[in-house]
């Protein structure tokens, strides 16, 4: 399968802990995304990246959250000491570079849940 | 500030009935906008798209229409069939921003009557 694969695909955590996430990316895609989904809500931005280079952070990424891309390809979403409200669905999204617009292709996302 | 709106957070229509739904947009920067299909613990999958300098797309059953001057695009699904039972999602994105991202409604359900 070629499409946008994230691990794990569900996270029970204790409200303090770490957690961190594990996206790849379609192979060659160049553009990688992270979004956040919460019950009722459309994903919202949180992050981009252009190859290994993190271009934009959405406001909504707090300090105890963090991203990278090594080398250009997985990317790793990192959360510290969790709260419940970082309870949502993370998704990652990728699309290749073309020089103008594309569609992104989600993963299936992994699901938090701050106890 | 919600930049994308979808108004009807659900809509039922009978099988073979055209579905149309709606999105409205406040920032007129936007200049190329999706509709991505949302099947429950899936990610979004892509459907359509439109750039600014077009007022309709069509691909198959799926038409996007795009009206500038309102900031207003809907998505026209005909015939509607029992599988495209969903969350739909437009999104918007502006060229200014550099990072091609997408600024996401809050979603309409269809659900198609057999």
């Known amino acids: 399968d070629t499409g946008v694969s994230q691990n794990p695909r569900h996270k029970i955590t204790k409200r303090g802990q770490n957690v961190t996430f594990r996206c790849d990316p379609i192979?060659?895609?160049?553009?990688l995304y992270w979004y956040r989904q919460t019950l009722g809500q459309g994903p919202e931005f949180l992050t981009y990246?252009?190859?290994?280079?993190?271009?934009?952070k959405s406001r909504l990424l707090s300090d105890r959250f963090s991203a990278e891309r090594p080398k250009g390809s997985f990317s790793t979403l990192e959360i510290q000491r969790t709260e419940q409200g970082d309870s949502a669905m993370y998704l990652c999204?990728?699309?290749?570079?073309?020089?103008?617009?594309?569609?992104?292709?989600f993963g299936q996302g992994t699901r938090l849940t701050v106890v | 500030d919600q930049q994308v709106k979808q108004n009807s957070p659900s809509l039922s229509v009978q099988e073979g009935r055209i579905s149309i739904l709606n999105c409205d947009y406040t920032?007129?920067?936007?200049?190329?906008f999706l509709w991505y299909k949302k099947y429950p613990a899936e990610g979004p999958t892509f459907l359509i798209s439109?750039?600014?300098?077009?007022d309709k797309n069509e691909d198959g059953r799926f038409t996007v229409f795009l009206n500038k001057s309102a900031k207003h695009l809907s998505l026209h699904i005909v015939p509607s069939q029992p599988g495209d039972s969903a969350v739909y999602f437009c999104?918007?994105?502006?060229?200014?921003?550099?990072?091609?991202?997408?600024?996401f409604g809050t979603g309409t359900r269809l659900k198609v009557l057999a």
């Open positions: 999204a990728s699309s290749p570079d073309r020089g103008g617009w594309t569609e992104a292709f």
């Open positions: 192979s060659e895609h160049n553009r």
């Open positions: 990246f252009q190859n290994e280079a993190q271009l934009e």
């Open positions: 920032n007129s920067m936007f200049d190329y």
């Open positions: 439109i750039s600014s300098i077009k």
């Open positions: 999104a918007a994105s502006a060229d200014a921003s550099g990072t091609y991202k997408y600024i």
